[in-house]
């Protein structure tokens, strides 16, 4: 639990000398244009910017990195609302009903929901690492490669559910991704399907290929039909609107609390993140929600379950930071860096020692989920203004935007070309009806699958079911997720029954 004596020391360090704030507003405009820009990563915009706080101290330091996380996570929902560009991995599930929603001319709510999730979310992430950070680590380390192939199993099971009118479709489309994904050197070091092309060593460039199958593939779609809003008085941007929206999110608590306390968990785990954190928690959302037809057509609990996982999974991430001395991503990485810049580990001894720094850090992160709701409010105008581009320049300028994040992730022409040919295959997709997520979900945790069933079938000498058995961890996780997938249909068949009994 909490030490008082150390919690009111972090309060004097947070509001005695208000310098480490100095820099936490500029942090969060900083995360929001990175994350709303397809390819610009949160952690790129962190590494960008990790030289400024050599001058810092240490808290300083943290405070503003960790500004610039924070607003990256709810920046890449933006596009993803908008324009159906999810700016980092982390906000693909946003889309799947933002976007819809954005064709609606309820683009305005849209944003109002996704800013409202991820204040809430990140809000009882951090809440929940103030608390547990001890039990928490306590829990991580005992994490493995068996354990981590039920949780992406989950993610997976998706690919199932994205396609209402044909589920063939569906698993097909996955299926595809899941292929893609196994291009590259493997886990075991084997080449494969590279026709002798070294920029494919490392398999397909997953950012990339999704900013082509999402962003381009649905402007290429743009000339051919009207799939934006062209009335003006839908594309305006409406901050009373936003705030209805925003208080529509409270009317959906249920999915509120579950996307928050998945991504925590999920984001918890070192190399998972927020984007496996976002997936998961959306497929929940769908498979208990009453209507599930309705998701995937603009329906308001898709983006509440997507936001609010992905930005309490920021909290989840820090605890392996703080308590392990592990990064658990790329933007924790770059944290890391800060800690060894200012002669810090992180680690039990950090939290035993320095646990006055280390409530600080959590508090000030807690501050600067409240400052994101005013600074994000007022910076949604800014954003949301490219509802109001007329097609004839967005597309264009936004295909070069596109092409210039392929080129920035990669360094090589290799990544403006990943996007221009998964951009055809995102089009040809669209237009037979094969549901383009499906595709970059098997894509982004294919590789992740296959490296955990390798590793566990090493650890387990080639017995993984027998291993199953010794890991209570790993098997209470398969048996929730069985009774999940299995009983959620089951649960509404019932109730149906029930219904039309009476």
Known sequence: MIDQLAFSQALDLLFTDFAPWMWVIP???????????????????????LPITFGMDFLQAMLFLTAIFTGGAYGGGVTAILMNIPGSSSSIATAFDGYPMARQGKHNEALGLGLAASVVGAFIGYVLLLLLIDPLAAFVLKIGPIEMVVVVLWGLTLIATLNDSSLP???????????????????????????????????????????????????????????????????????????????????????????????????????????????????????????????????????????SANSSSEGGSMTAL???GIPGGAATAVL???????????????????????????????????LLAVIGLLMLRVLGMVVRVPLSYLVPSVLAMCAWGGYGITGTIAGPLTVAAFA??????????????????GLLLGRMMEGELVRTLQISGGEPFRYLL?????????????????????????????????
């Open 424 to 441: 055809g295959l995102g089009w040809l997709m669209r237009c037979n009806d094969y549901p383009v997520a499906a595709a970059v979900i």
């Open 336 to 370: 890391l860096a800060a800690f060894s810049f200012h002669n810090i580990i992180g680690g039990p001894s950090f939290i035993r020692n320095q646990t006055e720094i280390v409530y600080s850090i959590i508090l000030g992160n807690i501050g600067q989920v409240v």
């Open 169 to 307: 479709k569906g698993l097909i489309a996955g299926f595809l991704g899941l292929i893609l994904s196994q291009i590259g050197m493997s886990t075991t070091g084997i080449m494969r399907t590279t026709v002798g092309n070294p920029h494919l060593l490392d398999g397909i460039p997953v950012v990339p290929a999704m900013i082509g199958i999402f962003a381009a593939s649905e402007l290429l779609r743009l000339r051919s039909g009207s799939y934006l809003v062209q009335d003006k008085t839908q594309r305006d941007i409406s901050i009373k609107k936003i705030l209805k929206g925003g208080a529509e999110t409270f009317r959906h608590p249920g999915v509120l609390i579950r996307g928050s306390l998945i991504g925590a968990l999920i984001g918890a785990i070192p190399g998972v993140g927020s984007s496996v954190a976002n997936l998961v928690s959306y497929g929940e959302a769908r498979r208990t929600s009453k209507t599930p037809e309705a998701f995937g057509k603009g329906a308001p609990d898709g983006v509440i379950a997507a936001e």
């Open 470 to 502: 010794e890991r209570p961890i790993a098997l209470i996780l398969f048996i929730i997720m069985l009774l999940v997938l299995g009983g959620a249909p089951l649960l509404k068949a019932l109730g149906k029954r029930k219904k039309n009994a009476t």
């Open 27 to 49: 942090g969060l405009l900083i995360g929001l244009i990175f994350g709303s820009i397809p390819g610009l990563q949160i952690s790129m915009a962190m590494a960008v910017f």
């Open 322 to 324: 703080l308590a392990l």
